[in-house]
Antibody, heavy 124, light 106 residues
């Protein structure tokens, strides 16, 4: 059974870079069938898609965050990572990683499964 | 960006009720819509994808319908474990966007 687990600092100072890692078990991130994505949820608010990455390195990013986001893969550790630079209090959220299931036409059908999420607070 | 609007934002219901949640897209998205269930402190879980396809392992009391701009999630015979927040998500174009959520409560 595929499982994902986020890890990283729970507190980041304003203007610094948020760095999170998602460790995948029970499956390989080098699979050609899936992308690997990030979604966040500010406390008490809705979900916001951040972006995703394919085993080849191909990415999709939310334009609202694109200038600050970088994603990467570490095949040897079966992990993928998120970096968000120049953070502010508005970036305080629970960050989730998830597998992204695309159909043959290139539509991202669903996020499944999700990691449990990790709260990142931006504060000095 | 495609805006997703859910209604109602919350609904009170009882065990055994039939509950319908609506999601409207700001432009046509064909059938590229997913529904998720989220319980407090937990990650969302996919229920429905491609508007009406039931995710494996999800009870058949959950169903989805719609195409274009208007979609519905129906929970028939509401069970205690169904009290949660439900989110829709369009999968038609980037950036992927979610609705604001509908809380189903007692």
């Amino acid at each position: 059974q595929l499982q994902l687990q986020e890890s990283g600092p729970g507190l980041v100072k304003p203007s610094e870079t948020l760095s999170l890692t998602c460790t995948v078990s029970g499956g390989s991130i080098s699979s050609s069938s899936y992308y690997w994505g990030w979604i966040r949820q500010p406390p008490g608010k809705g979900l916001e898609w951040i972006g995703d990455i394919y085993y080849s390195g191909s990415t999709h990013y939310n334009p609202s965050l694109k200038s600050r986001v970088t994603t990467s893969l570490d095949m040897s550790k079966n992990q993928f990572s998120l970096k968000l630079s120049s953070v502010t209090a508005a970036d305080t959220a629970v960050y989730y990683c998830a597998r992204v299931c695309y159909d043959g036409s290139g539509y991202p059908l669903r996020f499944d499964p999700w990691g449990q999420g990790t709260l990142v607070t931006v504060s000095s | 960006d495609i805006q997703m609007t859910q209604s109602p934002s919350s609904v009170s219901a009882s065990v055994g009720d039939r509950v319908t949640i609506t999601c409207r897209a700001s432009q046509g998205i064909s059938r590229w819509l997913a529904w998720y269930q989220q319980k407090p402190g937990k990650a969302p879980k996919v229920l429905i994808y491609a508007a009406s396809s039931l995710q494996s392992g999800v009870p058949s009391r959950f169903s989805g319908s719609g195409s274009g701009t208007d979609f519905t999630l129906t929970i028939s015979d509401l069970q205690p474990e169904d009290f949660a927040t439900y989110h829709c998500q369009q999968a038609h174009s980037f950036p992927l966007t979610f609705g604001g959520g509908t809380k189903v409560e007692i």
